[in-house]
T-cell receptor, first 113, second 118 residues
Framework: KQEVTQIPAALSVPEGENLVLNCSFT??????LQWFRQDPGKGLTSLLL?????REQTSGRLNASLDKSSGRSTLYIAASQPGDSATYLC????????????FGKGTLLTVNP | NAGVTQTPKFQVLKTGQSMTLQCAQD?????MYWYRQDPGMGLRLIYY???????DKGEVPNGYNVSRLNKREFSLRLESAAPSQTSVYFC?????????????????FGDGTRLSIL
């Protein structure tokens, strides 16, 4: 079964720290991998999309990497701020899935002032 | 910038009642999706519509029906609500080149409908 796993389920860090969120996935035949942010009571906001042919994507303080061979992606957040506190979800679009996304269960990040 | 709009935002139903969740997008996207989000289960796909005029089952379609009313609107119907359908429901949309191709665009989500069934 194709699955997406995010570990840890929760992470607490002090403000200013650089941090890495992890996502692993079974089966390397993917179209893309997407990282989303979800604030409490809100929908998901797309952060970064990495296509199968790419190794990484950057947006401001965020950098996402993709290693298909090992089935891993990381989301690097530089100089974390309390406003970064949210749940971060990883989602994979597999070849043959009819372009559907499969989501991990997310990592709840708390950045303490 | 409306994006994806879901109505209602909150709803309480009694077991056996029916209701329709509405979703509309103003981004000219051709693909639309309905998910449910439950604690410990993550986000699961209920139904999706790859393009206007088509709908397909996702991972958890039982107990639900959908209608792609036009390119903008995609509704989700619970015919006879059950307590197991208590959840937060999200609608999402994205663009595709065609039914058989994908443009590598991210999905855009609404803010959700919080549904409780007693």
């Amino acid at each position: 079964k194709q699955e997406v796993t995010q570990i840890p389920a929760a992470l607490s860090v002090p403000e200013g720290e650089n941090l890495v969120l992890n996502c692993s996935f079974t089966d390397s035949a993917i179209y893309n991998l997407q990282w989303f942010r979800q604030d409490p009571g809100k929908g998901l906001t797309s952060l970064l999309l990495i296509q199968s042919s790419q190794r990484e994507q950057t947006s401001g303080r965020l950098n996402a990497s993709l290693d298909k061979s090992s089935g891993r992606s990381t989301l690097y957040i530089a100089a974390s701020q309390p406003g970064d506190s949210a749940t971060y979800l990883c989602a994979v679009m597999w070849v043959g899935s009819n372009y559907k996304l499969t989501f991990g269960k997310g990592t709840l990040l708390t950045v303490n002032p | 910038n409306a994006g994806v709009t879901q109505t209602p935002k909150f709803q309480v139903l009694k077991t056996g009642q029916s209701m329709t969740l509405q979703c509309a997008q103003d981004m000219n996207h051709n693909s639309m999706y309905w998910y449910r989000q439950d604690p410990g289960m993550g986000l699961r796909l209920i139904y999706y519509s790859a393009s206007e005029g088509t709908t397909d089952k996702g991972e958890v379609p039982n107990g639900y029906n959908v209608s792609r009313l036009n390119k903008r609107e995609f509704s989700l119907r619970l015919e006879s609500a059950a307590p197991s359908q208590t959840s937060v429901y999200f609608c999402a949309s994205t663009s595709r080149v065609s039914r058989t191709a994908y443009s590598n665009q991210p999905q855009h989500f609404g803010d959700g409908t919080r549904l409780s069934i007693l």
